[in-house]
């Protein structure tokens, strides 16, 4: 029985210590420090944005993707991201972001299913962003601590991927796409 226990005991140290070094979670703005293009929000984040996006469960199934039309508008250091998402299952969602740009390469953000202010940093051509969101009473009304990257790429596209966790459990995680809207550009 010993043997068996310390053996479980092992293979819980090795999970942990993956997750916690060698997983999305280990990421931290410093890495992408001195990579390019450089992400600036007022002009990546700005007029007619197209994205396109898959969502993934707990077990790394697909269960829903998606298109949204995006707006961004900025005045100064404050911006709003209007968001229109149409999803595969028939459901559609509106949000608002509203953003603020702070200090050093700080952001800070807020939405009606946001909980509090989203916390964000650019670093080179990257944006992180962390907060907790409240999902629809259809989606079950949990909040997810949710891990958001942006990744910008040199044609210009946002690669983005996101993880929600509850309990510090991952269920589910986003990846999508994020650019000019082609049906807007001359």
Known sequence: MKIVTAILFVVLLLVLTKNLFLSFRSQSPETYAGTGPAF?????????????????????????SFVAEMVGEWDGDSGTLSEHFTYSNGAVQNRKWFLKIGPGNTFT????????EAQGVVSGSTAKLSYRIILSEDAGGYVLDVTDWMYLT????????????KFGIKVAELVATMRPDPATQP
């Open 154 to 165: 040199s044609n210009g596209t946002i690669m983005n991927k996101s993880e929600m966790r």
């Open 40 to 64: 600036d929000l007022r002009k990546h984040l700005s007029g007619q944005i197209l994205s396109e996006g898959l969502i993934f469960g707990p077990v790394g199934k697909m269960t829903n």
């Open 109 to 116: 953000a807020t939405a009606d299913d946001i909980v509090g």
